[in-house]
T-cell receptor
């Protein structure tokens, strides 16, 4: 079945450093979404990418969808302690409306 | 944004008992809802797709007789864990895409239900 992997599994940075998480799908995706889950919380939608090669920015966050629509990345510039949490990509393949979540990247930010 | 609620937020039960978890879309209708399970420090694993007025679609490896899903209305889906055992202890989260928007839309997640089976 479809698998979505993320690397790294865990990243510890000093506040102010940049952070990137990479998402790779075993199959071509129709679109990809990114979610953030704070410890003890539930996933919160960040963004959706649909087009091949698409790049979207939200303040310090930059999201990219690969040309082949099988990979994606999330880059955070100048991390802050409020960025702490697990970042999940979630992809849709084919016509189904269900999301397959990536393995997640836990970000820890040291003040 | 749209709101999805879950009840209860946490439950502790004895082994062998059944537990019902409710998922409600509070300000929008959802013909489809999704049920996920998340073990500590792991990703969300899709268990089943709940369809209003019809049978749920279960993912491979998920026992339909153990995890009963009922989607009786456009705003309510329930997941019943029957004869729960300690290995069923997990964080159960539902989500719903908002009806009427494009098929490629964000899903709104409930706050989750933490189930502990003793």
């Amino acid at each position: 079945g479809q698998q979505v992997m993320q690397i790294p599994q865990y990243q510890h940075v000093q506040e102010g450093e940049d952070f990137t998480t990479y998402c790779n799908s075993s199959t071509t995706l129709s679109n990809i979404q990114w979610y953030k889950q704070r410890p003890g919380g539930h996933p919160v939608f960040l963004i959706q990418l649909v087009k091949s090669g698409e790049v979207k920015k939200q303040k310090r966050l930059t999201f990219q969808f690969g040309e082949a629509k099988k990979n994606s990345s999330l880059h955070i510039t100048a991390t802050q302690t409020t960025d702490v949490g697990t970042y999940f990509c979630a992809g849709r393949g084919g016509a189904t409306n269900k999301l397959i979540f990536g393995t997640g990247t836990l970000l820890a930010v040291q003040p | 944004g749209a709101v999805v609620s879950q009840h209860p937020s946490w439950v502790i039960c004895k082994s062998g008992t059944s537990v019902k978890i409710e998922c409600r879309s509070l300000d929008f209708q959802a013909t489809t809802m999704f049920w996920y399970r998340q073990f500590p420090k792991q990703s969300l694993m899709l268990m089943a797709t709940s369809n209003e007025g019809s049978k749920a679609t279960y993912e491979q490896g998920v026992e339909k007789d153990k995890f009963l899903i009922n989607h009786a209305s456009l705003t309510l889906s329930t997941l019943t864990v029957t004869s729960a055992h300690p290995e069923d202890s997990s964080f159960y989260i539902c989500s719903a895409p908002r009806l009427g928007t494009s098929s490629y839309n964000e899903q709104f997640f409930g706050p989750g239900t933490r189930l502990t089976v003793l």
